[in-house]
């Protein structure tokens, strides 16, 4: 079993759409949570950032913790277009320590 | 702010021979830089761990003598393959972590290389 489980996809919406991204994790010296996106041919970007369960929004991206169940979420309101682009859900068991990949969803918003 | 960058952004060599691949923080000191490669729709694979001024930690699996890192400053790290062979073609990407940039436990992570070996 993987530490950490992501649905690969791919995923197609239509734009304006509500998409939900998950992840499960099995490691529970896992403290730190977040999300990249990346776009074809590039580096990952910081999306969110959370450590405590709950929710923490900006702008259009909601990420969701909950550690008792051992399960993150993304959810992207309003989605674009521009949104297309691989999601990566990470997590780390502290400061400066290596970061645990999901396999990534490939999401593609149609106009 | 935490701009991370690589140089080349791709090459193609022939086999046998060595491409060296640097990362540069722009803007922070990394404490410490990782170095993952990539398979076409796949997540990244971690290769190695590496700290200013010491020796980098190889995940398992990946040999040390091919994939040189050299961390010789707090804002540049280099991996050098050394005799690239076709099956060394992928996507190279580095990250940067820094204590004091970024919330705790974040990597900034580079544009990628893309090596394609003939």
């Known amino acids: 079993q993987k530490e950490v489980e992501q649905d690969p996809g791919p995923l197609s919406v239509p734009e304006g759409a509500i998409v939900s991204l998950n992840c499960t994790y099995s490691?529970?010296?896992?403290?730190?949570f977040m999300w990249y996106r990346q776009y074809s041919r590039k580096g990952p970007e910081l999306l969110m950032y959370?450590?405590?369960?709950g929710n923490k929004e900006d702008g259009r991206f909601t990420a969701q913790v909950d550690k008792s169940s051992k399960y993150i979420s993304l959810f992207i309101r309003d989605s674009q277009p521009s949104d297309s682009a691989t999601y990566l859900c990470?997590?780390?068991?502290?400061?400066?320590?290596?970061?645990?990949f999901g396999s990534g969803t490939q999401l593609t918003v149609l106009p | 702010g935490a701009v991370v960058s690589q140089h080349p952004s791709w090459v193609i060599c022939k086999s046998g021979t060595s491409v060296k691949i640097e990362c540069r923080s722009l803007d922070f000191q990394a404490t410490t830089m990782f170095w993952y490669r990539q398979f076409p729709k796949q997540s990244l694979m971690l290769m190695a761990t590496s700290n200013e001024g010491s020796k980098a930690t190889y995940e398992q699996g990946v040999e040390k003598d091919k994939f040189l890192i050299n961390h010789a400053s707090l804002t540049l790290s280099t991996l050098t393959v050394t005799s690239a062979h076709p099956e060394d073609s992928s996507f190279y990407i580095c990250?940067?972590?820094?204590?004091?940039?970024?919330?705790?436990?974040?990597?900034?992570f580079g544009p990628g290389t893309r090596l394609t070996v003939l």
């Open positions: 959370t450590y405590s369960s």
């Open positions: 490691n529970s010296a896992f403290q730190y």
């Open positions: 990470a997590m780390s068991a502290g400061s400066a320590r290596q970061l645990t």
């Open positions: 990250s940067a972590t820094s204590g004091g940039r970024g919330p705790v436990g974040t990597q900034y």
